[in-house]
């Protein structure tokens, strides 16, 4: 049913390709947009589609605490649930429990850890992730993981990536339902050879696709892109790429240059609610006094909702003001700059510019290339 | 410029009627949602076209302390600004400065306040409120008055509704934009002789259409009743009649009964954010628990973009997680039904068959006729 194409490779590393998953197709490099608790914040599904979005991402960790995944599937599963009939990927909850810091402990069997909403004990396991995700009904699932802190010294993070690895087994075998593709997790926090261990050994058990963790959690820029380097060459051409919870547009055209497929990150989404907005020149922080009687768009030539409709004077407005609109214009403008961003790129390794592409934004975006 | 054809008067006393100003038509009995900071909490524009709104109401109290009226006009207008390109009414002030009780002093010259945000000393006078109002640029506007409260003695009410007068015909003097139509606001407390008077002396001074304010202030509703049958027989009927602030879907059909012709209400859209629904069986109060696993909408057969696409279920998930969402497809729902039913009474009174709908609403609301 899962099906990966690469329909073309860059000179650079850049790849086009395209998911066919039981739901339809979408063309990668793709950004898959955050709607955490079954709903992108804000906005509904046919906002999205006028977006450009082609799949977003669930967290199986919420929907398991709230309103529990044996209610969705009484409901007919997530995409009847929140209206929504493109691709969906769940995560496996793992990131979300190592947040809870010390409410969690993880074992050999799984994790235990307190609700973040009432402290009620509950606990994951690889199987019960499993089980989970197949009642939410994802087009996409992910297996537990142990999402190591970046400062993790050797001996942690090597038996970190170990337990991930066969936890990544276990969540296979628990499988039964062969319509829902399974991504394996790479791990190995910052030690490139773990990171080269964890690959091979996760392509050995053998996934749908390629998932890569424990990135972008605080360490610096140039060790996420060592990891990257140290990762993707031991990842299979014929399967898709997630560099997960990655990043800001700077860090998506990086790694689409470094050969990644799919990206998640609630970035858009909470600078929009925060009033920042993501333009092709850098950030605009709309409370800035500065926008009070601005009548141009948040970003000329946008052809967004919000750009196409309202003048920065408004949407400052609105965003003093703790308007209910605010964060839904906001958020309409971010994801829509991330996935025209996405689609920019895939229409630059098509034409075979890729390099020129990439260089034209660095210098737009007055980056240097990170 | 500004016209009100009376279409058809049922024999209870329900109008049918249109009403046309520079910027366009609409049937009344309306409904006009509230955007108090020219924006409907949560809605775009384009689904209040969706809903069914023609004409929304704006709040200059609130515009004049934030963005304030030159930044407006500076931006062409409040309907370029909010991207509504259909009727706009503002109210002028009045009930707002009344709200802030003791933070603001009435003389003969006007009111003056503390503002509500930083307490910083501010003034509104009839020629002011008219300046304000013209620099918003609303299709119709409405004069500076003083709301007495429910409970006045007859001395203060008294004074207060000559007040009110001598404001109005200072607020008619003031305009200076033909293009706007301005109503006049019939006061007079709870005393049904001071409303007549307060109806007919207004009515002298001559206006574009009568609005009746102090109502639905906290009276009890037979003196709601008692002072509308005291107002609406001194009112001509060549001008639409504008309820102020009113109320409940049963307010709404009460109204019409007597011959009103507009309404507003921050009921639909407080509701909906504080997860009321409107039905016409009554009440839906979305955080029920036995709503939890519930696929069925809100309301069977709504046409509403809610009930089409989403279950009780959801709505309660949303509503449950304060996900900005909820507010949003809440308010859709409840608009949507107040809209709907004035559009219904619109059909009875053209079917001659007000009477008999209105039975029939009575009875599927549970209401007895008020």
Known sequence: MFKFELIKKDPCGARLGRVTTGRGSFQTPVFMPVGTRASVKGVTPEELKDIGADIILANTYHLYVRPGHEIIKGLGGVHRFMHWDKNILTDSGGFQVWSLGKMRRITEEGVSFSSHIDGAKSSLTPESVIEVQEAIGADIIMPLDECAPHQSGRPYAENSMNLTLRWAGRSKAARTNPAQALFGIV?????????????????????DGYAIGGLSVGEEKHLMQEMLAATTPHLP???????????????????????????????????????????????????????????????????????????????????????????????????????????????????????EWRKRFERDNGSSGL
């Not at 609630?266 to 333009?279: D, E, I, K, Q």
């Not at 926008?291 to 052809?303: I, L, R």
């Not at 196409?308 to 308007?323: D, G, I, K």
């Open 237 to 355: 051409e014929d399967r898709p790429r997630y560099l997960m919870g990655v990043g800001t547009p700077e860090d998506l055209v990086y790694g689409v240059s470094e050969g990644i497929d799919m990206f998640d990150c609630v970035m858009p989404t909470r600078n929009a609610r925060n009033g920042t907005f993501f333009t092709r020149q850098g950030k605009l922080v709309i409370k800035n006094v500065r926008y009070a009687d601005d009548p141009a768009p948040v970003s000329d030539g946008c052809g967004c909702y919000t750009c196409r409709n309202y003048s920065r004077a408004y949407l400052r407005h609105l965003y003093m003001e703790r308007e209910v609109l605010s964060p839904r214009l906001n958020t309409i403008h971010n994801l829509f700059y991330y996935c025209s961003l996405m689609k920019e790129m895939q229409a630059a390794i098509e034409g075979d510019r890729f390099g």
């Open 187 to 207: 791990q190995g926090a910052m030690f490139a050879d773990l990171r080269e261990e964890s690959a091979r050994a996760t392509v050995e058990i053998g996934f």
